[in-house]
Each structure stands twice: as structure tokens, then as C-alpha cells.
């Protein structure tokens, strides 16, 4: 498995959660690492990514300032630790690596390999 994603779970709105994508040593040296989550009916959208050393890092517009994406590695992991969350956040989130040159993409095409996806439920 290259890319194995696990945190997920239910938690209250205003509450935090952490999830985390542990990556083949291959793919973490040298992969851009993101985060998409799709929610039921919609489709999948973009949520954070931080490049292959940790120095850039790029959210989206509702990701920004409760989210924050950062690499370990000592365990080969990207955590997302998602903070204050809303009901809006709900959907299974999915970690992706990407090897490409320039900015940080939001574009899902550009990621070449996958998670399996963990569920986030946010109750109001």
C-alpha cells in the first residue's frame, strides 16, 4: 500500500480532529502530499497539500487557519490536524502524492496516487 490514510471519526462542531496518511518511504522523500475530501453529493475538492521537504505548504480558502497540514518524518506521515470544525466539513478525506515542479497544485490530476479514505463526521 503506498499511501494509507486513518484518523477519522465523529466529533462535535467547534471540536478538533487529526488525521494522518502514512506514506511508502518512496513516495514521501520525494511526493507532494495533499489532502481532498469529497462529501456526500459533492464533488471532490481540494484541501491542503505540503511539498516533498515541508518548506511550502498551500489550503484552500476554508481550510485556512483551522487547518494545518505538516510532515513527521520519523513515521513517514502527513497529519492534518483540522481544528475548529464545522458540520460543513463532513466528508471522507483522502490523501494523494503528486510529483510535479512549481506551486503547489490544487488539481486533483496531479496526483498520482491515492488513499483509501477516512470519514470525518462533524455534528452541530
Known amino acids: 500500500v503506498q499511501l494509507q490514510a486513518s484518523g477519522g471519526g465523529l466529533v462535535q462542531a467547534g471540536g478538533s480532529l487529526r488525521v494522518s496518511c502514512a506514506a511508502s518511504?518512496?513516495?514521501?522523500?520525494?511526493?507532494?502530499i495533499a489532502w481532498f475530501r469529497q462529501a456526500p453529493g459533492k464533488e471532490r475538492e481540494f484541501v491542503a497539500a505540503?511539498?516533498?521537504?515541508?518548506?511550502?505548504?498551500r489550503y484552500s480558502g476554508s481550510a485556512e487557519g483551522r487547518f494545518t497540514i505538516a510532515r513527521d518524518s520519523a513515521e513517514n506521515t502527513v497529519h492534518l490536524q483540522m481544528d475548529d470544525l464545522k458540520p460543513e466539513d463532513t466528508a471522507v478525506y483522502y490523501c494523494a502524492a503528486g510529483y510535479y515542479s512549481g506551486a503547489l497544485t490544487d488539481l486533483a490530476y496531479e496526483y498520482g496516487y491515492w488513499g483509501q479514505g477516512t470519514l470525518v463526521t462533524v455534528s452541530s
Open positions: 505540503v511539498s516533498w521537504n515541508g518548506a511550502r505548504t
Open positions: 518511504e518512496r513516495l514521501f522523500r520525494s511526493y507532494t
